[in-house]
Nanobody, 123 residues
Framework: QVRLVEFGGGSVQDGGSLTLSCAASGTTFSPNHMSWYRQTPGKERELVASRTIGGDVTYKESVKGRFSVSGDISKSSISLQMNNLKPSDTAVYFC?????????????????WGPGTQVTVSS
């Protein structure tokens, strides 16, 4: 069974940096794009950054210039470099991927979420 595994959450001071990484376990998954979302209690999950297999990237407006997404989507791998972190960036960050996964002998559309990793920025 394919699943996403996240690494790199933690606690930093205002202005600090963290890097999040995400990879899919197994070889039966072929993503088209991978993204990072974040969520705080009582709020909806929001898109932070996304990268396509072709290399196109998008960012939430409030993280532009501070966050950078990279990775080899064809290898089901994505990272998020977060610089100049602010307390407002505190959230649980989730990795997301959509593409095709193998079931028996067929490749079927498949969307995956990671379990989430906590990022806490203190002032």
């Amino acid at each position: 069974q394919v699943r996403l595994v996240e690494f790199g959450g933690g606690s930093v001071q205002d202005g600090g940096s963290l890097t999040l990484s995400c990879a899919a376990s197994g070889t039966t998954f072929s993503p088209n794009h991978m993204s990072w979302y974040r969520q705080t209690p009582g709020k909806e999950r929001e898109l932070v950054a996304s990268r396509t297999i072709g290399g196109d990237v998008t960012y939430k407006e409030s993280v532009k210039g501070r966050f950078s997404v990279s990775g080899d989507i064809s290898k089901s791998s994505i990272s998020l470099q977060m610089n100049n972190l602010k307390p407002s960036d505190t959230a649980v960050y989730f990795c997301y991927a959509d593409g095709f996964g193998r079931q028996m002998t067929d490749w079927v559309p498949m969307n995956l979420w990671g379990p989430g990793t906590q990022v806490t920025v203190s002032s």
